[in-house]
């Protein structure tokens, strides 16, 4: 009896624990902080609750155009209405299953890469089937697929269809340049710095012009190539560029004695890239890759300024629709909060992924 | 094998590393050389056929189109030269206030990051992620949505202070109405650069020598506040304002940003300064603690553990990345031919429609932004050789 009276417990004062210690210790910690601390209180306050009455209490989710001028709040019917145009463009309406299934292949495939134990030579194949099997479903023309040309795509698909084949594409042609550019060639060298600090100058826009206006004084008579296949190639052309600096850095961080390794082996050139440094470069090289996707993807926006009806440009064009003229503030929000969740996760994963890299 | 002492002379050329590298690098500029030479010769014919002109001949010619808004004195009547010059103006104004106001956002949001507060570091973050992630182009759009779409016209501008108006026509507010003594004040700031300077040399030199520290930033801060202050109350102390008026259907007087301006700069800030930020916080978080602490039992006081230990070492993390994003938002200004602000690129498209002269128009587009990335790597080259580690 007497040992439970010595040894009892001491509650810790209420003003360190739970809530109001947290609340302490991260709010009020110091005059200035606690000034703050109300400050953006009565600032959010003040904000926040006709922002939530705007977009979810006086919001208009199936109303026509002029109803929602009359109502007060968001008018989200501007997209609710329009979202099959929004997300397909001009894909004919009967066949924009295929872009959707495209998609959700997509999305499997990138949410299947997340998992670090499927990384292998399958996966690999994996993805080129799939990427191909995504580009014979907008295409179409076999098995019984009626044929869509490529002027009538538009939408999301688009949009990741020019960043993930961009970055795709672009790969190869980056770790080569960026071996170029660490060659002891001097004629390999140059040429690779060149290319790769000439494109870093300059902003993608001049790059998008070149494809849209220049490329078809490139070919030779007769030959023609689609708007959309010359703007990917400006864009693989524009982010090969940044691959081949991203890989260069995975390339210095390698270490002298494994080169020296190789070399007692034996190994050429090519077996020494290709069994030793590269698979060690390109792990370490994984996480800013999926930045360089990240930059892609909200860089494939700018093709809306050469006029192709990628996500951006197909929700410009219902604004200008007299029937939504006036809804620009909504329309862009929902687009930006498409573009902040891909972005969103990705940099969640990428993140996460440099820490179990731990590199 | 029993000829080994005969090196190199039975090594047939092809595994000779010397010709190996001269046969590879030969054939790689052969090849790069075809290539060129094939889409030269398709781009002459294709030139020939639509009988586009070559060369920058046009240059002198008339451009008979407006610029909206411009540095410097422009007319439809002057030559395309002088278009392009005034897009070039208009790109580096764009650029020298984006890049002035989105270090000073990016700091001041990458230390609210690292605030004790748990709001305020949140609230920051939330800035970081969310405008990281919305493509630059898009965050321009919405602006200048909002600026035509949802402002009131000039007659019901809103007016958040006194002087400033904002409406569907951009941004208008008061500035001093212009007087003689605004040119001494220009004077006494350069004077107080140069004393400034002059200061620095003195002041470091004497700590060198004698190991008292002078207090530089106090002194420059009053020399450089102080000097126009002196020059301002001699010049006659003028303190009338050009206040903007509501005449016919705009604004007079003031000063107009342009909602084209307005939503290219603040898209532009926004966007990069949330780069900034995360910048400014990884510079200040790779000082470790203990160099604080260190400093802390040398007997430095929380000021000079700041400016003598913290930032010189964070800076040297934070100055490389910081440039390529400033320079990042100079090549995103060229996004203003979205919204119509007249930029370089703008203006280089209008000149491309109308003269046909695509290559050249591109050609000028890509040198233009080259020269901006030259000088941004001379720079960084400078400072990374002034700042690289001496190493002992």
């Known amino acids: 009896m007497n040992e439970t009276q010595t040894t009892e417990k001491i509650r810790p004062p209420v003003t360190s624990v739970g809530l109001i210690g947290w609340m302490k ?335 | 094998m029993e000829k080994n002492n005969e090196p190199q002379s039975r090594t047939p050329f092809w595994q000779d590393p010397f010709w190996r590298s001269l046969i590879y690098q030969a054939s790689v500029l052969g090849m790069v050389g075809l290539l060129g030479y094939y889409l030269f010769i398709n781009t002459v014919t294709n030139l020939e056929q639509q009988s586009i002109a070559t060369g920058f001949g046009f240059l002198e010619k008339e451009s008979s189109f407006e610029i909206g808004e411009s540095l410097i004195r422009y007319s439809a009547a002057d030559s395309y030269g002088r278009a392009l010059w005034v897009g070039v103006l208009n790109t580096l104004k764009v650029s020298f206030i984006g890049v002035i106001l989105t270090t000073l956002l990016g700091a001041f949001v990458g230390i609210a990051r690292l605030s004790a507060n748990w709001l305020v570091s949140k609230l920051a973050g939330a800035y970081i992620e969310v405008l990281q992630d919305i493509p630059v182009l898009l965050q321009l759009f919405f602006w200048y949505a909002i600026f035509y779409e949802i402002l009131p016209s000039p007659r019901q501008a809103l007016a958040p202070m006194n002087g400033v108006f904002v409406s569907n026509r951009g941004l208008v507010f008061a500035v001093p109405e212009s007087h003689p003594a605004h040119i001494y004040m220009g004077l006494a700031l350069l004077t107080g650069c140069a004393a400034v300077f002059f200061l620095r040399v003195w002041a470091r030199k004497r700590q060198e020598e004698t190991g008292q520290i002078f207090p530089v930033f106090q002194v420059s801060a009053g020399i450089l506040l102080g000097f126009p202050l002196i020059a301002w109350y001699v010049g006659g102390a003028p303190v009338s304002m050009d206040m903007p008026a509501m005449k016919g259907f705009n604004f007079e007087g003031g000063i107009t940003l342009s909602p084209e301006f307005a939503a290219l700069l603040l898209g532009l800030v926004l966007y990069t300064s949330a780069f900034v930020a995360e910048i400014v916080r990884a510079g200040i978080q790779s000082v470790s603690h203990g160099q604080t602490e260190a400093a802390m039992s040398l007997g430095l006081r929380p000021g000079q553990i700041l400016n003598l230990v913290i930032l010189p070492q964070a800076l040297r993390v934070i100055i490389p990345p910081l440039t390529s994003q400033l320079l990042n938002l100079t090549k995103n200004s060229s996004l203003a031919v979205a919204i119509g602000y007249p930029d370089f690129v703008s203006v280089a498209n209008t000149t491309i429609n109308q003269t046909g002269q695509a290559i050249e128009g591109v050609a000028l587009i890509m040198i233009v932004y080259l020269c901006f990335s030259l000088l941004t790597s001379v720079f960084m080259n400078w400072y990374n050789k002034k700042m690289a580690l001496v190493e002992r």
Not at chain 1, 30 to 40: A, D, E, K, M, Q
Not at chain 1, 259 to 271: C, H, P, R, T, W
Not at chain 1, 274 to 289: F, T
Not at chain 1, 310 to 338: C, H, N, R
């Open chain 1, 25 to 359: 210790s991260n709010l009020f910690n110091g005059p200035f902080n606690s000034f703050l601390t109300i400050l953006i209180l009565c600032f959010l306050g003040k904000t926040v609750p006709p922002m939530i009455r705007w977009i979810f209490i006086d919001s208009q989710w199936s109303a026509t155009g002029t109803e929602c001028r009359e109502a007060v709040g968001a008018c989200w019917s501007v997209i609710s209405v329009n979202i099959r145009f929004i997300i397909f463009g001009f894909y004919p309406p009967d066949q924009q299953w295929r872009p959707l299934v495209a998609m959700i292949l997509l999305v499997t495939l990138l949410f299947i890469s997340r998992n670090r134990n499927f990384w292998g030579k399958l996966l690999g194949y994996t993805w080129i089937a799939g990427l191909f099997c995504m580009g014979l479903l907008m295409k179409g023309g076999i098995f019984g697929l009626t044929s869509v040309e490529s002027t009538q795509w538009g939408g999301l698909p688009l949009t990741l269809l020019l960043s993930v084949f961009g970055l795709t594409a672009a790969y190869p042609l980056g770790i080569a340049l960026a071996l170029g550019r660490r060659s002891r060639m001097p004629v390999v060298k140059t040429l690779c710095i060149v290319y790769i600090e000439m494109i870093r100058g300059v902003p993608l826009i001049s790059l998008l012009f070149m494809s849209s206006i220049i490329f078809p004084l490139f070919l030779p008579e007769g030959v023609t190539i689609n708007k959309i296949l010359r703007a990917q190639v400006a864009i693989i052309m524009f982010t090969a560029a940044y691959v081949a600096e991203v890989v260069r850095g995975g390339l210095q961080a390698i270490s002298r004695g494994q080169y020296e390794a190789a070399d007692s082996l034996g190994l050429n050139y090519y077996q020494t890239m290709r069994l030793i440094i590269l698979p060690q470069a390109l792990k370490i090289v994984i996480p800013p890759s999926v930045s360089v996707l990240i930059s892609a993807f909200k860089d494939t926006s700018l093709v809306v300024i050469i006029a192709l009806y990628d996500v951006l440009k197909t929700m410009q064009s219902v604004l200008s629709d007299p029937k939504w003229m006036g809804f620009s503030a909504e329309a862009y929000i929902f687009l930006s909060l498409v573009y902040f969740v891909c972005c969103f996760f990705m940099s969640n994963y990428s993140r996460q992924l440099e820490k179990e890299l731990d590199v």
